[in-house]
């Protein structure tokens, strides 16, 4: 990566600062949104999952390549989360303005969790919905922590960017990780 000028650095953390703010509430805006007339968007949350599993592949196999000094395959890798994690954003928010939200438990599909669906999903459901808001949370902090990570690289300040890659890696994996899993649990539950 080359380095950028100081001044486009202090631009560059603006922009940070204003998208970890914006992205966040944009998505909530549209998750409320309903495109009418446009068919559900059904076949997008097995390909989003995908994403994230890809995500959390190529955010490993980075690890282990800087680990091995390969600086170059280590960026590509990275750059290649990044646009995997704006794919599965927009993926995200296309298949949620063109559905209606899927209810855990529903195993009839009337989106209404009856009395028997709850007590059928009783000892799992605690399990599930503590993943799923860990995932939420922490998919909302990792953003700011990644493009950071991302501007130190950039700026050539490789200590600064270590120091803060320790803790963006395991936010973004496990954000990653826990995106499939939720996927998993979710899914008899589609219509």
Avoid: C
Wanted: aromatic content about 12%.
């Amino acid at each position: 990566m080359s380095s950028i000028s100081i001044e486009r650095e202090k631009t560059v953390k603006k922009w940070i600062i204003a998208l970890s703010v914006i992205i966040p509430i944009a998505v909530a805006a549209l998750f409320r949104l309903r495109l009418p007339g446009v068919e559900p968007l059904t076949f997008l949350p097995p390909i989003y999952a995908g994403i994230n599993g890809l995500t959390a592949i190529f955010l490993v196999v980075a690890v282990l390549q800087i680990k091995k000094g390969n600086r170059k395959n280590h960026e590509r890798l990275i750059k290649s989360s990044m646009v995997l994690s704006v794919l599965f954003l927009l993926m995200y928010v296309s298949y949620h303005a063109t559905a209606d939200p899927t209810v855990f438990g529903d195993a009839n599909h009337d989106g209404v969790l009856s009395a028997t669906e709850a007590e059928a999903i009783n000892e799992i459901k605690f399990l599930y919905y503590a993943i799923l808001i860990s995932h939420i949370v922490l998919s909302v902090v990792v953003i700011p922590f990644v493009l950071f990570t991302y501007l130190r690289a950039w700026a050539g300040r490789f200590e600064q960017h270590k120091k803060i890659a320790r803790i963006t890696f395991p936010l973004w994996l496990y954000v990653a990780v826990t995106g499939v899993i939720v996927y998993l649990m979710i899914s008899p539950y589609y219509v």
